[in-house]
């Protein structure tokens, strides 16, 4: 079955920097959109970005652009996210998901806390 | 941005019952929408593909339908396990935008 795992989310101070990553396992990575969602605390469901297979075109909300920076790497089948700028704003769990457009599989998430 | 309007944004049902939910978008989206359903501490699970594609595995009791703006998840008789939370997911244009949640509860 289709697993996607996050990891690299913790507690950070605002202006901080953090990468998370997502590794993923049994389809093939390289044929796929690949996008990050996230979910603040109590909150709903927020789209962050997605990139082409190829990863030639990526898209932000936003609220993150110029601060985030979706990437991908096929050849270790691994989705990554850097977060520089941090803002208490971006708290939330961050799943990873497959696909661009009817996105499907979704990771566990992983937790960003940004606090002082 | 396209902006996705659920309602309602909670109701209360028991076992058996026929739920819809509604997510209108602020301009046409053509049927590229989906749904999704997150329980307590879990991660979202995909209902429903291009409005009305049942993804694989997902029960038949679960039904999409809609075009344009208007959209309808329907659970034609709710199960137990069917107590959740429900968003719908406009991939039509960038940013993505989901609605804003239906908490289904039980009566």
């Known amino acids: 079955e289709v697993q996607l795992v996050e990891s690299g989310g913790g507690l950070v101070q605002p202006g901080g920097s953090l990468r998370l990553s997502c590794a993923t396992f049994?389809?093939?990575?390289?044929?796929?959109?690949m996008t990050w969602v996230r979910q603040a605390p109590g909150k709903g469901l927020e789209w962050v970005a997605n990139i082409k297979p190829d990863g030639s075109d990526r898209y932000y909300v936003d609220s993150v652009k110029g601060r985030f920076t979706i990437s991908r790497d096929n050849a270790e089948n691994s989705l990554f996210l850097q977060m520089n700028s941090l803002r208490a704003e971006d708290t939330a769990v961050y799943y990873c998901?497959?696909?661009?457009?009817?996105?499907?599989?979704w990771g566990q998430g992983t937790l960003v806390t940004v606090s002082s | 941005d396209i902006q996705m309007t659920q309602s309602p944004s909670s109701l209360s049902a028991s076992v058996g019952d026929r739920v819809t939910i509604t997510c209108r978008a602020s301009?046409?989206?053509?049927?590229?929408l989906g749904w999704y359903q997150q329980k307590p501490g879990k991660a979202p699970k995909h209902l429903i593909y291009?409005?009305?594609s049942l993804q694989s595995g997902v029960p038949s009791r679960f039904s999409g339908s809609g075009s344009g703006t208007e959209f309808t998840l329907t659970i034609s008789s709710l199960e137990p396990e069917d107590f959740a939370t429900y968003y719908c997911?406009?991939?039509?244009?960038?940013?993505?935008?989901f609605g804003q949640g239906t908490k289904v509860e039980i009566k």
């Open positions: 997911l406009q991939h039509n244009s960038y940013p993505r935008t």
């Open positions: 301009q046409g989206i053509r049927n590229d």
């Open positions: 998901v497959r696909g661009g457009g009817g996105i499907d599989y």
């Open positions: 291009a409005t009305s």
């Open positions: 049994r389809f093939t990575f390289r044929n796929y959109w």
